[in-house]
């Protein structure tokens, strides 16, 4: 067998394994690149950075233990910068299986920042069909989520006094990988137009750049890069995205060199038949 | 009456939906939030079909002991235990969401985890650059892969030749995502938007009845 | 249950799921199966304490009966499993794609078709921003002629369906590329698991 052939019939389970100790080793042995800043992530941090005191952000995300490796970081940086900032968060999930892991992170940060629930953050937890809570979220927050998570109405929580709808809000941001973000550019800012920001999973970043553009989202946040960026930006103790970006770049050398690899020995094996046709 | 009186639904609520968004008047808000509110409960319902239709077809699997069915015993044992141990309530550190954070998370993340195996092994396997069209898409891919990393950037940076100015991978990633991506996917989006919108008509003027079949 | 146990567990499912990468077996089987109906049996208890209690069993205990109506509407769903009375429950089907189609109409419109083409239809030329303005202009337009079907794709229009599909394919490549990062974030996140499960095994803090 030629060299090629060996080559294009490579069992895959040697790619698995290439592409395993690609993630393992970087995550044990971290190499430190430096992260620049987009303008992207910039921009998203100084449309919150601007905020003032006390005003309040939505934070709607929606994602679950699938997406979680690649948003948490970004929801727990995005909240990070809302408490540093005194900001007043107001967050729900509507990723069905999301909620618990949502809630336990909202506790966490707000921990850290020694955050009063009821005062400084609400979390309003989950309603089913993302389109119709969003839209009615429009009228008022009371009509999809008449209690909070925990049980409690909403207006016997000090924070949402005079609190009725997207108009009391400074603006939202929705950490999402799910078809929600179509949801919330359709039902919620088509309909409200209020200012919406989105921190998206990558595999679906691409589609919403088209919307910044347009000014219907402020800002874009995209997957675990954005996240380091922002990680850098809020100066974070531990900058959970920023270690994977070392992995990130050797998994993404590994892949091009599949490419590369993996078309090399197509090409040669084409020359080769048709010269045997020849 | 059987498939006249759901068109008839279908045709009053969605015409008043269409029309509501344009009738700014109290009497409408408040009949549309009513309408919406009706639809979340609804949807519960909806949900619990679905979840019954799920417990139904797996018993039916264990008592004709069709082929799999010890599976199915895990599936009802995770469905049912999960539902006994909510009753003990949901707050943090609760039965149910240990149960949550042990059982549930790291499935999930794993089966999406092992997309990354597949994506490798087709990046090797089947990504091709057959045609001219492959070769766009593949180097599209490429250029992006390595802009987003440090380690492009890294490698690549922006220079100077002379006066002229290079950009860096990182400044013709952002290119190819702000510029053809954003067309590309704007078409894509206004033909989806178009498509999306005659459909929601067709359904609501009858001309298309899923809820009919069957 | 100590931390340990629990995260040994974890970490067992975990390796379950990844056994599927060598080939098929029981234990993937088992741990797929598991997670289909815990999830199931998770999303009832939160719909129960989240959804059916704040909206139908709250507003009963206070005296509010209006909830009783959509409650009515959802149970005809399960009429789906009678075959005599199975028509009854396209009713309640019929209100929630009615609702949803109607307020779909003219916001799909506004938003993905109105504000884009608003956003397309800049000033463009040969400056910095004009020129890029241009080439989204023309991407745009070529991009939605591939898709017209009713036209052979011919001459100058055949000219314009094949910048269309070459915009097209850099979209979809740059979408590969942006995939292939968040499949390795999530195997990251996995990765990252199994190291401080290991670690705590040889005498660290559970993960």
């Known amino acids: 067998m030629r060299w090629y052939e060996h080559l294009l019939n490579l069992d895959r389970r040697v790619l698995y394994a290439l592409i395993f100790i690609a993630v393992l080793i970087p995550s044990l042995l971290p190499i430190g690149l430096p992260i620049n800043i987009s303008p992207e992530v910039e921009n998203v941090f100084g449309r919150i950075d601007a905020l003032e005191a006390g005003e309040i952000v939505l934070f709607p995300l929606e994602y679950d233990p699938s997406t979680a490796a690649e948003l948490e970081p970004m929801a727990m940086a995005m909240l990070r910068h809302a408490f540093q900032k005194d900001l007043r968060v107001l967050a729900c999930c509507l990723s069905p299986t999301g909620v618990t892991l949502v809630e336990d992170e909202i506790a966490r940060v707000a921990a850290e920042y020694d955050r009063e629930y009821g005062v400084d953050y609400v979390y309003l937890g989950y309603q089913p069909y993302p389109a119709i809570v969003i839209m009615t979220m429009g009228e008022n927050f009371r009509t999809p989520f008449p209690l909070d998570y925990y049980g409690t109405a909403l207006d016997d929580l000090p924070m949402m006094h005079g609190v009725r709808n997207y108009d009391d809000v400074a603006l939202v941001f929705t950490v999402n990988a799910t078809s929600g973000i179509d949801f919330w550019i359709i039902y919620g800012q088509g309909r409200y137009k209020f200012p919406l920001g989105l921190g998206s999973a990558a595999v679906m970043a691409t589609n919403y750049y088209q919307y910044v553009q347009s000014g219907q989202l402020f800002g874009i946040i995209s997957g675990l890069r954005g996240a380091a960026e922002y990680e850098i930006l809020i100066d974070t103790e531990d900058p959970v995205a920023g270690r994977g970006m070392d992995v990130q770049s050797i998994a993404h050398a590994l892949i091009v060199l599949f490419i590369v690899m993996g078309n090399i020995t197509y090409f040669v094996d084409r020359r080769r038949r048709q010269q045997q046709e020849a | ?214 | 249950m100590p931390e340990a146990v629990l995260t040994t567990i974890a970490a067992f499912l975990t390796l379950c799921v990844l056994s599927f990468l060598y080939r098929e077996n029981p234990f993937y089987r088992f741990a797929e199966h598991l997670a289909v109906g815990v999830s199931a049996g998770y999303w009832v208890v939160i719909l129960y304490n989240q959804s059916f209690t704040a909206k139908v069993i709250v507003p009963l205990q206070e005296g509010n009966p209006l909830p009783i109506l959509p409650c009515l509407l959802g149970l005809l769903l399960f009429t789906r499993f009678f075959s005599n009375i199975s028509w009854i429950s396209r009713i309640p089907m019929a209100y929630i794609l009615g609702v949803g189609s109607g307020a779909a109409i003219p916001l799909m419109l506004q938003t993905f078709v109105l504000q884009q083409m608003h956003a397309t239809m800049r000033p463009v030329g040969f400056g910095t921003e004009t020129f890029i303005n241009l080439l989204i202009m023309l991407g745009v337009i070529c991009g939605i002629a591939y898709f017209f079907f009713s036209t052979r794709h011919t001459g100058a229009f055949g000219v314009a369906t094949k910048v269309g599909i070459w915009t097209l394919m850099i979209g979809f490549g740059a979408t590969f590329g942006f995939t292939v990062m968040g499949r390795v974030s999530l195997l990251l996140g996995r990765v990252n698991f199994l190291i401080e499960w290991v670690r705590m095994l040889f005498g660290g803090t559970a993960a």
């Open chain 2, 1 to 214: 009456m059987k498939r006249e009186l759901p068109r008839m639904i279908t045709l009053v609520t969605g015409v008043f939906l269409a029309l509501q968004y344009y009738v700014p008047h109290r009497s409408s808000a408040h009949m549309y939030e009513t309408l919406m509110d009706w639809l979340i409960v609804v949807g519960i319902f909806a949900i619990l079909l679905g979840i019954a239709g799920l417990v139904r077809q797996h018993l039916t699997k264990i008592q004709s002991r069709r082929e799999n069915w010890p599976y199915s015993v895990a599936l009802l044992t995770g469905l049912f235990g999960m539902v006994i141990l909510g009753f003990w309530g949901q707050g943090l550190g609760s039965p149910f969401v240990t149960a949550y954070f042990t059982l549930l998370n790291p499935v999930q993340a794993t089966m999406f985890a092992m997309l990354a195996f597949y994506i490798a092994s087709a990046a090797y396997r089947a990504f091709r650059a057959r045609t001219l069209l492959a070769t766009i898409l593949l180097l599209s891919a490429v250029l992006v892969m390595l802009g987003r990393v440090p380690l492009g950037e890294l490698v690549w940076p922006p220079f100077s030749l002379g006066s002229l100015e290079i950009p860096g991978i990182a400044q013709i990633s952002d290119w190819l995502i702000n510029v053809p991506n954003l067309a590309a996917k704007r078409a894509i989006y206004v033909g989806l938007g178009l498509g999306g919108s005659a459909t929601a008509l067709k359904v609501v003027l009858g001309i298309e009845a899923p809820h009919l079949r069957g």
